[in-house]
């Protein structure tokens, strides 16, 4: 039995992504996915824009660290701790402690639930978590590898891909991992870059992490059949 499932229907629709939107495959897909166990869905748009049963996905907005994060542990079946001040290690941004704040408090349940599962870690210098940062497409790639139990690739076994990204960069093996899958577009003549520091809009966020699910060993081969019908869907 898989533990995710796509639904055939769902009661939220969004009202920002038509059926036009190069992205709307992999957005419309992520609406209707959901961990089986506990019906926490990968993709729910914003409560505060919320009329009814219309809210907004926002499509080209930047994509935040844990949008990012909460994306990949639901869509990796890992489903959120509801009690994060039960743990360790507390970032320096964020106390481990719930409020009456619900946004910050979605923000703690999907932070530490990441990071009590080794999925991410604080940031270097000051161990903060800057979950409401817009995360750049090096740590997305980074966030969704990690959650999908993805071991990253030497960037040396490829030669020098992009020309942006160097083989003792940090973002390097998962660069190169993401490569290797055809997750990310490979250069081309004109565009040789990749822009690792780069922001990264919410819809390509989505594309890069329906096609780390293939990989993902957290997920059986139902799931993963569901994906590639949807991917072979013009």
């Not at 940031?123 to 999908?148: H, P, V």
């Not at 990749?194 to 919410?202: C, E, T, V």
Request: include cysteine; aromatic fraction near 10%.
């Amino acid at each position: 039995v898989s533990c995710m499932e796509k639904t055939a229907f769902r009661n939220v629709q969004f009202r920002d992504l038509p059926a036009s939107h190069w992205a709307h495959k992999y957005m419309d897909f992520m609406r209707l996915s959901k961990i089986v166990a506990t019906d926490e869905y990968i993709l729910n748009g914003y409560k505060h824009l919320q009329e009814g049963n219309v809210t907004s996905v926002l499509p080209e907005t930047n994509i935040k660290r844990y949008e990012v994060v909460h994306m990949a542990l639901i869509a990796n079946c890992i489903p959120l701790n509801q009690n994060p001040q039960n743990g360790g290690r507390q970032f320096s941004d964020l106390p481990r402690q719930l409020t009456d704040d619900e946004l910050l408090n979605e923000v703690k349940k999907v932070m530490y639930t990441a990071l009590d599962k080794g999925i991410i870690s604080g940031f270097e210098d000051d161990f903060s978590a800057r979950g409401l940062q817009d995360a750049t497409k090096a740590e997305a790639l980074k966030i969704m590898m990690n959650a999908a139990g993805q071991s990253s690739s030497s960037y040396n076994t490829f030669g020098k891909v992009y020309d942006d990204v160097r083989a003792g960069d940090w973002y390097a093996p998962y660069i190169a991992n993401a490569f290797d899958k055809a997750i990310i577009e490979a250069p081309t003549q004109e565009n040789k870059t990749f822009n690792p520091n780069a922001p990264l809009p919410r819809s390509n966020a989505t594309k890069y992490m329906t096609l780390s699910l293939l990989y993902s060993l957290n997920l059986n081969g139902n799931f993963k059949y569901e994906i590639k019908e949807m991917l072979y869907q013009s």
